[in-house]
């Protein structure tokens, strides 16, 4: 969900499946309201579903930036898609948040690949897209956020975080705080808030979004 530029209203973004039940078919649905707690409208969808062979549309972020909204989202099971063989994260802009113009297929790092996107945030001069990764170890990319002022996906050239693009080592946490489940942190200049899950897969497996702030 994000709230609009003059605090006026709240748009929630969502997987959308309104064909039958055991269609396999997902689109990206909008709702809007006044306040974070509702009542929503639903909208018109940002992004129809697929047809059979084109994957699914899944788990979508959204940031706005330079006078525009920017929707991340995963396209899954998209095996005759030449631009998204199998799985890809797709970039959409907008506007006004309801109307979107989809501006094609990011190009993933080889290693680790883009999975499905948990996250996305601008912070300086840098976009932050996080990730699932290899094993569900979230990982963090970045790329320089001008580059949403232009429309080819593939312009957007993304890399790891840092050599270890794990989420908390690119955050900067303490490792003694990996486990926390909500957690206060300061670490040097930096304060931050998180969400933190230790999970079976390691010790640095983070679920949602951090954010830094300077003193």
Not at 40 to 52: D, I, S
Not at 91 to 106: I, K
């Amino acid at each position: 969900a994000i709230v609009s530029p003059d605090n006026a209203s709240v748009l929630l973004y969502f997987a959308s499946e309104l064909l039958p039940a055991g269609s396999g078919q997902r689109g990206l649905g909008v709702a809007k309201a006044s306040h974070p707690l509702g009542p929503f409208e639903r909208k018109p969808l940002v992004a129809a579903p697929p047809a059979k062979g084109d994957g699914v549309l899944d788990d979508p972020q959204v940031v706005y930036y330079a006078g525009r909204y920017h929707l991340f989202h995963s396209r899954k099971q998209s095996w005759e898609r030449k631009d998204c063989r199998n799985h890809c994260v797709e970039w959409r802009t907008s506007v006004d948040g309801l109307n979107w113009e989809r501006r094609g297929a990011l190009a993933s790092p080889a290693e680790p690949p883009m999975d499905e996107p948990l996250s996305v945030h601008i912070e300086r001069d840098q976009l932050v897209l996080i990730t699932d990764g290899t094993d569900f170890i979230n990982v963090a990319f970045v790329a320089d956020a001008t580059m949403l002022r232009q429309d080819n996906a593939t312009l957007l050239a993304f890399s790891p975080a840092s050599p270890e693009p794990v989420i908390d080592n690119y955050i900067d946490f303490p490792e003694g705080h990996y486990g926390a489940g909500i957690a206060l942190m300061r670490n040097g200049g930096l304060l931050g808030i998180s969400m933190i899950l230790g999970g079976a897969m390691g010790d640095k497996n983070m679920t949602f979004a951090v954010y830094r702030f300077e003193n």
